[in-house]
């Protein structure tokens, strides 16, 4: 599959309902796409001003304070002691690295990448790009010979589905059997809601619990862009396998794919300090709850969404009609569609969007 042969980016099917939510005399309520409307934390900004003088090219590796904070990170907030700077890797956000993995893994048609059922669409592109083949499926008894390539996303975008230990162990067990790399999107790890993860880490593929002890074809995958508001300036990492770390990285130079020094810096900050996280978990924790009783008491059955910043909602109808209602009350959202073929009575409720915006949508829901 050539880059031209890509369908329409699928959000521009979303303008119409945007124009007629915007018509709305209280003003448009944008729930659709999760981009931060927080302000960016202050360390994290003033580390950011203090690294402006990035004369040099940085390293595609990060800096030596960069990869230590990682895998610091990693054995503070996941659980996952015993990562050395060789383990981790920084990368330009994680959508590029979504994208770009069956490539820097050197798939090709004929091979399989697995992805959730509910999926952001990403993980198929990648696959596509290279010619290979994108399977949906949840189950790990259902992965195809051939499969290469395994995503996994806990807690999930859209659903907010949350894999606990034993399904973790299940997926990494199978992959291993299929001689597959796992990748694990937890860029929503900091944002559990409800059942155990309210109060419990949510757990990561490369937790002692799941591993046994081999990071043997296992990724991590992160992002600093939902719990630090660090979307614009596009910075996540991965972590696992130390060989498979090795190869991406080799290639990621020959691409030129390095951080800005100064997001380094910025990262840096980030990952040493739990308190603005603190903070953030509780805004979105206070959105939520102000939001999806009011979808349930419009009729909305929520499904999953034990954590992540999406509430993943159905009326029992076509996506598109539930979108042109809320659009007829200034509300957009996602449409299942979005998400793969599996899901079209399904949309997708964003909780990035400000305490007047939520109390807003939850009032004209009711």
Known sequence: MAVRDLDDYPWDAVAPYARRAAEHPGGLVDLSIGSPVDPTPDVVAEALRSATDAHAYPQTVGTPALREAIAAWYARRRGVPGLGVDDVLPTVGSKELVALLPLLLDL???????????????????????????????DPAQWPEGTKLVWINSPGNPDGRVLGVAELRAAVARARELGAVIASDECYAELGWDGPWGSEPVPSVLDPRVTDGSRRGILSVYSLSKQSNLAGYRAAFLAGDREIVARLTTARKHLGLMLPAP?????????????????QRDRYRARRGVLKPALEAAGFRIDHSEGGLYLWATEGEDAWVTMGRLAERGILAGPGHFYGEHFPQH???SLTATDERIAAAAERLR
């Open 263 to 279: 997001v380094q810096a910025a990262m840096t900050a980030a990952l040493g300090d739990d308190a603005h996280v603190a903070v």
């Open 347 to 349: 949309v997708r409720f």
């Open 108 to 138: 090709g048609a004929g091979d399989v990448v697995v992805h959730p059922r509910a999926a952001y669409p990403t993980y198929a592109v990648g696959a596509k790009l290279v010619g290979a083949t994108p399977v949906a499926s949840d």
